[in-house]
């Protein structure tokens, strides 16, 4: 059974308990192996391999610089949203008072979602106010209403009212605006550079405690867990390319800054798989060039413009082995196969064709139609985007 089955998915814009990371050197003695005999006569050993040498231990990661560059930047977001009236045409809720105003209303009356509290985070990314954080934050998943207030708190323990500048449900980014000037910020970094194992930092106000910092490295880059297609408009595609940590993230944590050992913003912590909705090892972070993108778009248009390649197509990954021979795909090709090329379209135009089967876009592997979109996603309409494709067994770049 595959992870996603047996986890729940979960965002992180509530409360509960919290979590960390401690970072610790182990120094392992000078043992030998084990060795015995199979019954073949050959030495059977253990897996453990020590070369009997002596090794200095590894410099500890220093991360106290980069929790200090941050961590002022990191803000704690407070919202309400309305009570909303969702139908009269369903059946009303009964409840104690249904005698005394049932007369007036009758079996079918104002269904009515009592007003939401929430607590999250958000990252400062400009001197004059402008702040990044997750949709989720500032908006009810289930009716898509946004916030009328919001409070923003600083590490400073001032409180600022934050209005919505634009949001963008597909990758579950949203854009919010204080009013003042030289406020810290986080430079953006560049998350296509990021490497497997190397030292993260997670930063938000989970369980509405004051600024958090928890430490870990990044286990996976390029993760779907099929958690924005919640929130995604119809006709829309999510646009999920996580990057993978074990930090220690929780319910709050989401709308935080994720950054790398120099403290520059690498990604916005978004969400978590665990089986009672905290902390299991499991972060995803939303990657900073998605995130810059998305955001320069909100800010200068006052919506995203996105790209859309023009393709139909079928992950690879999601076809059995007959289908696979009877389509033609290489067995040993991970990719998308395209199904169809509208002829209005710019794949049709750069030369793709149906029974193509693209495997990297912007030079970046493509395993899913996820990733794919997610890539594209980083392109507004117009752009050049070089596209690899594999046809009749060879590669073509265009």
């Given at each position: 059974m595959k992870l996603s089955q047996i986890l729940l998915i979960v965002g992180i814009s509530a409360t509960s308990a919290v979590g960390s990371v401690a970072i610790?050197?182990?120094?392992?003695?000078?043992?030998?192996?084990?060795?015995?005999?199979?019954?073949?006569?050959?030495?059977?050993?253990?897996?453990?391999?020590?070369?009997?040498?002596n090794y200095a231990p590894a410099d500890p990661v220093d991360l106290t610089k980069a929790a200090a560059a941050a961590a002022p930047a990191v803000v704690h977001i407070k919202t309400k949203i309305p009570a909303k009236k969702v139908s009269n045409d369903l059946p009303r809720r009964r409840s104690m008072m249904d005698d005394f105003f049932g007369d007036f209303f009758g079996d079918y009356g104002p269904n009515i979602i009592p007003e939401q509290r929430a607590s999250g985070s958000g990252v400062i990314i400009s001197e004059d106010g402008y702040i990044v954080t997750n949709n989720h934050v500032v908006t009810n998943e289930a009716t898509g209403s946004i916030a009328d207030e919001i409070n923003v708190t600083l590490a400073n323990r001032k409180t600022y009212k934050a209005r919505v500048i634009g949001r963008d449900p597909s990758s579950d980014i949203a854009v919010l605006k204080i009013d003042g000037n030289n406020f810290p910020y986080l430079v953006y970094g560049n998350s296509d550079q990021i490497k497997l194992g190397q030292w993260v930092l997670a930063i938000g106000y989970p369980l509405t405690l004051d600024a958090t910092v928890?430490?870990?490295?990044?286990?996976?880059?390029?993760?779907?867990?099929?958690?924005?297609?919640?929130?995604?408009?119809?006709?829309?595609?999510?646009v999920e390319n996580f990057i993978q940590t074990d930090a220690a993230v929780n319910q709050g944590n989401s709308g935080g800054a994720l950054v790398n050992t120099d403290g520059t913003l690498i990604g916005i912590n978004s969400a978590i798989l665990a089986p009672n909705g905290t902390y299991a090892g499991y972060s995803f972070a939303i990657p900073v060039n998605i995130v810059k993108k998305i955001v320069g778009d909100i800010i200068q248009f006052g919506d995203v413009q996105r790209g859309y390649l023009g393709i139909s197509y079928v992950p690879t990954d999601g076809l059995n082995e007959d289908q696979v021979k009877s389509l033609g795909i290489p067995t040993n090709v991970e990719g998308v196969y395209v199904s169809e090329v509208p002829t209005d379209g710019g794949a049709y135009a750069a030369g793709i064709k149906k029974g193509d089967v693209i495997t990297k876009v912007n030079d970046m592997p493509v395993t899913s139609g996820l990733h794919m979109s997610a890539q594209i996603a980083g392109f507004r309409p117009g752009d050049k985007v070089p596209v690899t494709y594999m046809r009749n067994g060879k590669e073509y770049t265009t």
């Open positions: 610790y050197n182990k120094v392992t003695e000078n043992k030998a192996a084990h060795v015995g005999t199979a019954e073949n006569g050959l030495p059977a050993n253990y897996a453990g391999y020590f070369d009997g040498k928890t430490a870990g490295i990044v286990s996976a880059t390029g993760r779907t867990i099929n958690i924005n297609g919640r929130q995604t408009k119809r006709g829309d595609t999510p």
